[in-house]
Structures are given as structure tokens and as C-alpha cells.
């Protein structure tokens, strides 16, 4: 259902205006002479009914896209199969993606396509939920403090309930979102820190689960309750508000975030066509100004997000109650029921410069899709950065910054001094650290999945 066009009242705000970029980074620019007016006014952008497409839905309800001149629609879509499909034909300008679809696309796993991103939308907002039954089988084996389960949970509680069942001849079954998805690297690299292999693809098992202790498939992210509820999957990996929306519903229980998997970890991404974006390169800023602004709103106070959530409960948007949406984007996150507690960074939309398209972020999910065989073959670190170059439009980003800086909208410390990558990343689950600029070092380091030369 599509969110009714704003009106174009405000969409000529283009007189003649200097704008003196700040040069805060590697990626600063030449000051432009003139503001000057978008290619393409009316713009189409698709999302799918998540917690984390609120930079869209913000711009929009709170006029950021009119103030650059932008006549935008937004529109719900049925999976992210079919959103990154209706941006390649040319029917939607944009859309909140996955941040490995843009990446995905452009190697080949899956559809072939040049999508291109300037924005990332968040960081963290996924968790993994059980079902009932099996938390209760979990949770015997999990260590107490104070009379509650400890957190982080790790995966080795659950690999005893998938080696029981495995003598038993029942497989373990669990659901996330599609295959190139920051949710689908989540839960395998949780499964692996635990000890159990979570499949791998090959050119004769597409499903991802060749040798697999864990089968996961695809379930889209409004169906992960009543799927798990139906039997199913047992499990799986989801952005918000799905995980609550088990708690609420009594019938699961969420064990892990993924900012417990990693902390400050990258999650959606706004992405284009390159072809849309060099056709429209002013276009291209202008939204990207939009949604630097709007996830600023987001980060700037607790009553902004309490007004936050009322707008996604809109039918329009991710149509969850209130109560549901407000569990995790208020500050708070309920494992088991009654068990709520502080996560005052579950959901990061621009602070710890949230917004800002690293290089390392693509880089890391490379990794893991050569880690997983989507990848099949070991490539060079240069490869990987040159896919990451060509995926990642950090100097778009910064011409959109740098102008928010020189109208006073945001602050020049806001952003990031940086050439693209955010230096060697701790926080994992594991307790392995990455460094964005060794790829194969990082994956040489782990006891499950591919690495240097190997296949299936």
C-alpha cells in the first residue's frame, strides 16, 4: 500500500544558495556554486514493514524530502525479492535494501545488477527467537545471574538441543529473511561461534544447507511468528518488530541481538540503480541529505522516538501496534517475558556516524558470503575492495553531509574523519576481531566455513 504523495507545495525551495562544504574527511569536495534543482521530482521508494525503514518513513512524515524539492511516495513491499526486482526494472527510484543485496546483485549471487549505495540506514535491530519449546530445552543448560538467564546467550546451549534432536532424527529448522541478508549472516555466524555448521551453498544446493547441522530457508519478516508458531521453523533471525511481536504473542522467546553477535554491526541500506544514480546525481544528494536528517531526528531525544513509533504503527508503514514497535525502539528489549531490560543501542540510526557508508561494513559481508560459498572461489583482497568501491558511494554521502553542515542542520564532528574504513572492529560474540583490509586473514581465523582455496 502506497503512503499518499506530499504535496508539492514546498518542492520549489531552490533559489540561488552558496554551499561551503566543510572538509571533515578524505571525501570532501569542491564547493558547489549554486544549489540547483533535482533531475527527477517525483520519486517512488520501496521498504519493506520493518522497524529499521524509519528514515523513510521520517523524511517523508516530517517534510525532509520537500524541503529538497522531492515529491516522494513510499510503498510497502511484499519481500526483498521482489523490492530489489522493482528497483532494477526502473519501477521503484530507490529502496530500503538489505546491505548485501546491493553487494549480492553486483557479484552475481542471485540477480545480476549494478546497484549502488550512499546511505546506510542503522546499525543493529535483529535478534534471533526460539520457539517456547525450545527455549525450554535451552534454557537448563544457560548460566544464571541474579535469578535471570545471562546475556549475552551464546549458541552452545542451543547446539545441545540440536545434537539431542539430531539423535532423535529430527532436524532443526530455522527461518531468515533471504539469502544475501545481514539476518542470514547473523544467525550463521552465531550457529558457528557455537559450534555447529549452518550450511554452505554450491552451485548443487542453492538453499544454502550442504552439510548442514542447522537448515535454514527464506520466510519473509512478517511471517516469522506464524511460521515458527505453525512448527515449521523452530527459530529465526529477524529485524524488529517480529522478535517482540513472539514475546507479545506468547509463543517465542528472543535470545540474542545482533549487537550481542556485534556490537554497532551495519544493517539496511538505501539503494539505487547506478544507472539512477548517475542519471540523477542532484536527485541522488538530496535524498541522501533527506535521510542523513531524518535518522538525526531518530538519535536526537526519547520523545522522537515515542513519535517515531507512532508513525510506523500506521497500517501504511510496518502496522504493528504501538506497544510492540515501542519494546525495542525506546530504549528497551524483553527476551523472555517479563524480562525486559536497558538496549539503549538495539536500534542506531546516526549516532556512531550510523549513516556513513563504510567500506569495511561491505567488506565484511563479502567475507561472509565467501565464508558461506556464495563466493565460490578465494579472491584477492584487492577484489574485495574494489567491489566495496564500487557498491559504496561514501563521496555522494559526504557531498549531502557536508552541505546539511554548511545550512547549519548538522555539525561538522557529526561525520567522520576517515578513508573509508572504521580501523580493526572488536565486539563479536566469538571474540574474533576483524580488520576491513585483510579479508582473508579475517576468514583464515575461523574453525567453520570456507577460507583460501577451499570449496565444498
Not at 105 to 114: L, S
Not at 179 to 190: D, K
Not at 307 to 336: H, P, R, W
Request: glycine content about 8%.
Amino acid at each position: 500500500m502506497s503512503a499518499p504523495s506530499r504535496s508539492s507545495l514546498n518542492r520549489r525551495r531552490f533559489a540561488t544558495q552558496a554551499i561551503a562544504l566543510a572538509g571533515a574527511t578524505t571525501f570532501g569536495l569542491p564547493a558547489l556554486a549554486a544549489k540547483a534543482r533535482p533531475e527527477k521530482e517525483q520519486l517512488k521508494f520501496g521498504f519493506i514493514k520493518l522497524t529499521d525503514c524509519a528514515p523513510l518513513v521520517v523524511a517523508y512524515e516530517k517534510g525532509y524530502f520537500e524541503d529538497e524539492g522531492l515529491n516522494v511516495q513510499l510503498e510497502a513491499q511484499a519481500n526483498w525479492k521482489v523490492l530489489l526486482d522493482r528497483v532494477i526494472d526502473g519501477q521503484l527510484d530507490g529502496a530500503h535494501m538489505l546491505a548485501g543485496q546491493p553487494l549480492g546483485a553486483t557479484i552475481g549471487f542471485g540477480t545480476k545488477a549494478d546497484i549502488v549505495t550512499a546511505f546506510s540506514m542503522d546499525l543493529n535491530g535483529n535478534a534471533i527467537t526460539v520457539s517456547n519449546a525450545v527455549w525450554a530445552e535451552m534454557k537448563p543448560h544457560l548460566p544464571m545471574k541474579d535469578g535471570k538467564v545471562a546475556h549475552p546467550i551464546k549458541a552452545d546451549a542451543l547446539k545441545k538441543v540440536v545434537d539431542a534432536w539430531k539423535k532423535e532424527g529430527k532436524a532443526f529448522k530455522m527461518g531468515m529473511v533471504f539469502p544475501v541478508s545481514t539476518h542470514n549472516y547473523e544467525l550463521r555466524y552465531w550457529l558457528a561461534a557455537g559450534g555447529m555448521n549452518p550450511g554452505y551453498y554450491t552451485s548443487s544446493d542453492i538453499s544454502g544447507t550442504s552439510k548442514a547441522d542447522v537448515l535454514l530457508s527464506v520466510t519473509p519478516p512478517p511471517q516469522m511468528p506464524n511460521t515458527m508458531e505453525s512448527g515449521t521453523i523452530h527459530g529465526y533471525c529477524v529485524g524488529e518488530p517480529w522478535n517482540q511481536q513472539a514475546v507479545f504473542k506468547g509463543i517465542g522467546v528472543p535470545v540474542v541481538t545482533d549487537n550481542e553477535i556485534w556490537k554497532n554491526n551495519p544493517e539496511k541500506v538505501f539503494g539505487v540503480t547506478g544507472a539512477w544514480a548517475k542519471a540523477n546525481p542532484i536527485t541522488h544528494v538530496a535524498v541522501v541529505k533527506a535521510l542523513i536528517r531524518a535518522g538525526q531526528w531518530l538519535d536526537a531525544s526519547m520523545a522522537n522516538r515515542v513519535e517515531a513509533v507512532k508513525m510506523l504503527s500506521k497500517s501504511q508503514y510496518v502496522g504493528a501496534d504501538e506497544a510492540v514497535i515501542a519494546n525495542s525502539m525506546t530504549g528497551t528489549f524483553e527476551y523472555e517475558k517479563g524480562d525486559k531490560r536497558p538496549a539503549p543501542d538495539f536500534n542506531v540510526f546516526f549516532r556512531n556516524f550510523a549513516t556513513f557508508p563504510f567500506y569495511s561494513d561491505a567488506i565484511w559481508y563479502l567475507t561472509q558470503m565467501r565464508r558461506w560459498g556464495q563466493i565460490t572461489e578465494a579472491k584477492p583482497d584487492s577484489w574485495y575492495m574494489d567491489i566495496a568501491k564500487k557498491v559504496y558511494q561514501p563521496t555522494i554521502y559526504m557531498e549531502a553531509a557536508n552541505a546539511l553542515v554548511a545550512e547549519g542542520k548538522i555539525k561538522a564532528s557529526d561525520l567522520p574523519k576517515t578513508d573509508g574504513f572504521k580501523g580493526v572492529q572488536t565486539g563479536f560474540i566469538d571474540g574474533v576481531d576483524y580488520d576491513g583490509r585483510k579479508p582473508n586473514d579475517y576468514l583464515a581465523k575461523f574453525k567453520i566455513g570456507l577460507k583460501a582455496a577451499d570449496k565444498v
